[in-house]
């Protein structure tokens, strides 16, 4: 689980060890042989493999959908459309303001749909399963941000990694599972703030995440009568990433951001950066610079925008093979606040150390994820 902490006093079976030590063991001998394990979909095994392909090809693409809702609504209220196709159009339309009217709020089978999507994407996490429940038995002890990169278009492997974790980190009634984080917009947009609710996803502003850190607060995890689990999962090379992202290309954006890492030393919240293997490979990318005129809307309007495509030059995605690999989480010291604003020497430490840590976990795995050429661009 990484470095020995003062805040964990539990001893293995292994010995003397603690848990954080024994966990750190674990990882360290699956990292030497760069182990990656496949995900199994245990709720969805009653369905036939025929049917579960057929319907993890078809949220697939309404997920991908989701990102289109905006063009998608504008051609279906042009008048002309409206009078070709009245029905659909007026269906379309209705359920879009069903969907703004009705409350996002966290839906635990909404995680679950994501384990449709291993099979098709041969999924691969590089954690033992051993370690998983360990580091779960920890979640009392401990603060956890699980940052993604890279961010992708659509970023499928957000729903893959709900779905993992909802299934793998779990031990004796215990969940890792905390709470996400997407950009403002999002809940502003029909559909895509339904399904990221049901993901426990709120926004992704500072205060809005320190707030959950510390006092286990998130709206949609909230409105089902619940706190949530103090640990944050976000992809926090956002918007930039999206015009990184093209098939083939290993790019993240991450080396001028500070705030997660500042938000980890005021929180004291223990930093795993993760290295998704697969998540560019959806969809090529019209706009893949920050100069283009996609990338200078997005930024005004704080949301990606780009026209993308997929198999037949449609939004049905091509599909990858996915490998999910987590990097041992760094210890964080929380940073006393009566001491003043927290030093810059030790926001580039921990920053160095991040960008260190993802590298390692990138070239460790690249050739058992299939990419044993693949180089990491920082930007």
Known sequence: MGKKSNNVSATSDAGKLSNIEYCSNLYNEAKKDATLYKCEPEDWMWMPKPVRTAVAMVTLTLFACTFLVVPLLSIFLIPAVWRIAPVFSTCFV?????????????????????????????????????????????????????????????????VLWAAFCDQYYQIDGKKLYGFGAAADVVQYLPFLRNVMGWLSAGGADYKVLLDGLEH???????????????????????????????PRKHAIVFKKRKGLIRLSLETGALLCPTYVFGATDFFENLATNESSIFAQFSRKFRMGVTIFWGLWGTPVPYCPKISLCIAEPIPVEQWDKSKGPIPADLVEKLHQQYLDAIVDVFETYKAAAGHPDAELIIQ
């Open 94 to 158: 209705g359920s879009a303001v069903l969907s703004m009217v009705l409350p996002a709020r966290e839906w635990e089978w909404g995680r679950k749909l994501g384990q449709l999507w291993y099979e098709v994407l041969d999924l691969h996490c590089n954690t033992p399963p051993e370690y998983r429940r360990l580091v779960t038995k920890e979640r009392d002890t401990m603060k956890l941000i699980m940052a993604m990169h890279p961010h992708g278009i659509v970023p499928f492997h957000a």
């Open 216 to 246: 286990g607060r998130c709206p949609p995890v909230n409105a089902v009568g619940r706190e949530c689990t103090k640990n944050l999962f976000i992809l926090p090379g956002g918007i930039a990433e999206v015009f990184t992202s093209t």
